[in-house]
């Protein structure tokens, strides 16, 4: 598990995944994702090491407010009342994730890694880490108006060291 991943691919976030696959897999942990604003690039990291493929189990991805309610199970009250970029919906959707997978440990990422509408702010990002049959956990992040990719890039490495933690 050594290999490249990406040329583009910052070398500690391209570190963290071998980490976390390295962990996942010594402690026999599966993992999912459920992401909106990333589009996938965590699900992607996460099977692009050779020899990994067991300790992914599955990803969401869940970029409309839709796809969060049908596929992650969040009521749309929950949406409507908290808004998709929120402290509650990220819960949601990791605990929605875990709900419907049969990983131990899901992350979810939602966020805004552009220019939002009015009064939303760019590069504000919150994830989750939920454990099966264990604590939800939540995270802010607030990366500034970086640009779209860096704010994806921020929000994979913190994804990354949030289930690097959750393994243990």
């Known amino acids: 598990m050594t290999e490249t991943l990406s040329p ?3 070398d500690d976030i391209e570190a963290l995944v071998h980490a976390v696959l390295r962990a996942a897999r010594d402690r026999d942990r599966t993992l999912a994702t459920a992401e909106s604003c990333t589009g996938g690039l965590l699900a992607s990291l996460l099977t692009d090491v050779e020899g990994a493929g ?3 189990e599955r990803g969401f991805v869940c970029y409309s407010e839709d796809a969060k309610c049908e596929l992650l199970g969040i009521a749309r009250e929950r949406i ?3 808004g998709a970029v929120s402290r509650e919906v990220a819960v949601a ?3 929605g994730a875990i ?3 049969h990983a131990d440990i899901a992350l979810a990422i939602t966020g805004f890694a552009g220019a939002g509408g009015p009064g939303d702010e760019e590069g504000l990002v919150h994830l989750a880490c939920a454990l099966r049959g264990g604590a939800t956990t939540h995270r802010e992040a ?3 108006a970086i640009g779209r990719g860096a704010i994806r890039i921020a929000s994979l490495r913190a994804a990354l060291e949030m289930m ?3 393994i243990g």
Do not use: I, N, T
């Open 8 to 10: 583009a691919l910052p």
């Open 54 to 56: 067991h300790v992914f």
């Open 80 to 82: 409507d009342s908290c």
């Open 93 to 95: 959707m990791a605990k």
């Open 99 to 101: 709900l419907r997978s």
């Open 142 to 144: 607030h990366f500034g």
């Open 164 to 166: 690097r933690d959750a």
